[in-house]
Nanobody, 126 residues
Framework: QLQLVESGGGSVQPGGSLRLSCAAP????????MGWFRQAPGKEREGVAA????????WYTDSVKGRFTISKDNAKNTLDLQMNSLKPEDTGTYYC???????????????????WGQGTQVTVSS
């Protein structure tokens, strides 16, 4: 029933790294925008990064630029988020999501993404 499944979350110290992965059906990888979102307790969900179906264009929120890298492997049907130099403010539940491209850009706007994973927890603390 659940088509997007995240994995790779955990607890790390500031400055550490984590790599999140998302498994999705082949049809999503072929023609859907895919992105990573996160939500901290009491905060609104925000877009972190997104990537076009072919993986040729990416988008990052300012707070993670230079630290996070989104990538996808359509042959393996996986979406990844490499997170380096993690900060306490990166703590939250991270979600993999997808939406039909419909000729538009793959900016991770929450309300535009229609399919969501269950989320994986990332905790950054000393």
């Amino acid at each position: 029933q659940l088509q997007l499944v995240e994995s790779g979350g955990g607890s790390v110290q500031p400055g550490g790294s984590l790599r999140l992965s998302c498994a999705a059906p082949v049809y999503i990888h072929a023609s859907y925008c895919m992105g990573w979102f996160r939500q901290a307790p009491g905060k609104e969900r925000e877009g972190v990064a997104a990537i076009s179906p072919a993986g040729l264009s990416t988008w990052y929120t300012d707070s993670v630029k230079g630290r996070f890298t989104i990538s996808k492997d359509n042959a393996k049907n996986t979406l990844d988020l490499q997170m380096n130099s993690l900060k306490p403010e990166d703590t939250g539940t991270y979600y993999c999501a997808a939406r039909q491209t419909q000729g538009g850009l793959c900016v991770p706007t929450v309300y535009e993404y229609t399919q969501w994973g269950q989320g994986t927890q990332v905790t950054v603390s000393s």
